[in-house]
T-cell receptor, first 114, second 109 residues
């Protein structure tokens, strides 16, 4: 089945230790998104790629970086995780590049920072 | 500022009907999404409305009134598996998706 896959599902890191979360998709969608969602809060868009074009949200901290080496894969790098970065990180994809297009989400990676 | 308001939590009984309301204030409007999110899982798409009126999809229906900045999600014949959070999200004029914090729906037998 075509899907959005995120690994790992649960990630534990230490304060200040870089961590990378990965997302892959078999939908062949050209847009990929990274969201941060804290408990009982709305998902917060961090950035998205339209094909290889990177679009950073204005309030996304510099501590968060992203890479998209090809259509199928996208990575979220947190350079120096702080306690406030503990959250669920959701990857989503859509096809066509219009925000009216439905976004399909992966299962998420829950990040714990010790 | 841009804002989405929806109730934090609702409780309903199995087999009943529940309506989850959402009001939005955005700079421009290009449609409204409803997503379902079970605890610890990713949101899954339920509906997209851009025109006024009711759209029905099985047990779930979604309504939009653009003039009132208002939408609701109607769930019929509630099942225990419908216990989840329901997220409302509106697209503004720049096609930015503005998310609500979600309504946690608790279904009781």
């Amino acid at each position: 089945d075509a899907m959005v896959i995120q690994n790992p599902r649960y990630q534990v890191t230490q304060f200040g230790k870089p961590v990378t979360l990965s997302c892959s998709q078999t939908l062949n969608h050209n847009v990929m998104y990274w969201y941060q969602q804290k408990s009982s809060q709305a998902p917060k868009l961090l950035f998205h790629y339209y094909d290889k074009d990177f679009n950073n949200e204005a309030d996304t901290p510099d501590n968060f970086q992203s890479r998209r080496p090809n259509t199928s894969f996208c990575f979220l790098d947190i350079r120096s995780p702080g306690l406030g970065d503990a959250a669920m990180y959701l990857c989503a994809t859509s096809n066509g590049g219009q925000m009216t297009d439905t976004q399909y989400f992966g299962p998420g990676t829950r990040l714990t920072v010790l | 500022g841009q804002n989405i308001d929806q109730p934090t939590e609702m409780t309903a009984t199995e087999g009943a009907i529940v309506q989850i309301n959402c009001t939005y204030q955005t700079s421009g409007f290009n449609g409204l999404f409803w997503y379902q999110q079970h605890a610890g899982e990713a949101p899954t798409f339920l509906s997209y409305n851009v025109l006024d009126g009711l759209e029905e999809k099985g047990r779930f229906s979604s309504f939009l009134s653009r003039s009132k900045g208002y939408s609701y999600l109607l769930l019929k014949e509630l099942q225990m598996k419908d216990s989840a959070s329901y997220l409302c999200a509106a697209l503004d004029s720049n096609y930015q998706l503005i998310w609500g914090a979600g309504t946690k729906l608790i279904i009781k037998p």
